[in-house]
Structures are given as structure tokens and as C-alpha cells.
């Protein structure tokens, strides 16, 4: 069983949708939670970045940690087209290197 | 902030080639980078953590001769790929984080080099 799980996809919405990335992990020692995007041919961008658990809003994204459940989400709201990209969530524990999930194609059509 | 440089963006040479790639973080110090590569359609594998002043710290499977690591300031690593063969052919990226973030969270990338080896 791989630490952090995420659905690659794709994922297909149409334009103003809104949009929900979840990963799921076992390494209950995790405390720092992070959603990246990534566009083709590009280094990853940090989205969001939460420490243990809770919601986070940044204009069109949440992100939320629910720790009890070994979960996390992304949330999209009115989705656009120039949100097409694979959306990586990543997490650590305290001094630990990055764990990332597979990363999910997501595909916004107008 | 937390701006994060690479480069070259994109290097294409010989089979026997070295290949030096630089990764820079412009707008803060950082003790730590880290190097990873991906493969198409996969996610980032990391490949060794860079810490300045001292050696690297490799993963399980990398070879550290083959693949140098050199931290000599708060600002720049630097990651050579001796001797280049086509199975090296990847897409190289770095990673920082500020000093003052805890536990060298959240991390910031560059933007990746592309390496395609003849």
C-alpha cells in the first residue's frame, strides 16, 4: 500500500463547475499538508499548505485536512479552463522529505 | 516571494556528456534543496536532499557518483549528471524552502530541466 493515495484520473468538468481533489493517506505521523499544480512541461506550484488539520480558503480554493480520517480535499470553485493541470497533493511529517500522491489530471472544458 | 529558478530549462547533448544544472532561490536563503525527477505521466521521485556545506544526502538507488549534488551557498545548488546515457533522459526539478518555514515546509520549485540525452 503506497503512504499517500490519489486518483490520477482524468478528470472532466465543464467550465464553472466546481471541483474536488481528495487523497487519502496512512502515515498517521504527517503534519504538513500541501496541494501543488503543475501545468505541462512545468515545475510544480504551491496552491494551498496547511499544518495538521482544519480549512484553508484562498480565493477560489479550499483545502481541507481531516486528520481522524487520513483525508484531505481540494476544493475548486467556478472552474475555469486555465485550471486544466495535474493537481499533486504532497505531505510530511515534522523534518521529513515530501511524500507525494500520483497526481490528478483535471480538465476544465468550456 | 519564495521564488525558485532553474536552468537550464532545457539541455539536449551527446551520450557521454556531463550536464551541470543550477537551482536558485532568488529571494530567500535556504539550507536545504532538494532534487527530484519525473518521468512522464508520474509523479516526483526525489532523488537526494542538497544541504550547504556538506554532502547530499542521496536515496535509496541513486548513485551518488553519478549524479553530484554541491550546496556552496545559502542560495545555489548545483546537480551534475556525469557522464549523461539516454536512460538520464528525464525532467530534473528542484525544490527550497525558506529558512525561516518549519521543518523545510512548504517546499517551492523551479521549473524543472528537461534532459534528452542522444
Known amino acids: 500500500q503506497k503512504e499517500v493515495e490519489q486518483d490520477p484520473g482524468p478528470l472532466s468538468v465543464p467550465e464553472g463547475a466546481i471541483v474536488s481533489l481528495n487523497c487519502t493517506y496512512s502515515?498517521?505521523?504527517?503534519?504538513?499538508f500541501m496541494w501543488y499544480r503543475q501545468y505541462s512541461r512545468k515545475g510544480p506550484e504551491l496552491l494551498m499548505y496547511?499544518?495538521?488539520?482544519g480549512n484553508k480558503e484562498d480565493g477560489r480554493f479550499t483545502a481541507q485536512v481531516d486528520k481522524s480520517s487520513k483525508y484531505i480535499s481540494l476544493f475548486i470553485r467556478d472552474s475555469q479552463p486555465s485550471d486544466s493541470a495535474t493537481y499533486l497533493c504532497a505531505m510530511s511529517a515534522y523534518g521529513n522529505k515530501l511524500v507525494f500522491g500520483a497526481g490528478t489530471i483535471l480538465r476544465v472544458k468550456s | 516571494g519564495a521564488v525558485v529558478s532553474q536552468h537550464p530549462s532545457r539541455v539536449i547533448c551527446k551520450s557521454g556528456t556531463s550536464v551541470k544544472i543550477e537551482c536558485r532561490s532568488l529571494?530567500?536563503?535556504?539550507?536545504?534543496m532538494f532534487w527530484y525527477r519525473q518521468f512522464p505521466k508520474q509523479s516526483l521521485m526525489l532523488m537526494a536532499t542538497s544541504n550547504e556545506g556538506s554532502k547530499a544526502t542521496y536515496e535509496q538507488g541513486v548513485e551518488k557518483d553519478k549524479f553530484l549534488i554541491n550546496h556552496a551557498s545559502l542560495t545555489l545548488s548545483t546537480l551534475t549528471v556525469t557522464s549523461a546515457h539516454p536512460e538520464d533522459s528525464s525532467f530534473y526539478i528542484c525544490?527550497?524552502?525558506?529558512?525561516?518555514?518549519?521543518?523545510?515546509?512548504?517546499?517551492?520549485f523551479g521549473d524543472g530541466t528537461r534532459l534528452s540525452i542522444l
Open positions: 529571494d530567500f536563503q535556504a539550507t536545504t
Open positions: 502515515n498517521s505521523a504527517f503534519q504538513y
Open positions: 496547511t499544518y495538521s488539520s
Open positions: 525544490s527550497a524552502s525558506p529558512l525561516w518555514e518549519q521543518s523545510n515546509q512548504p517546499q517551492h
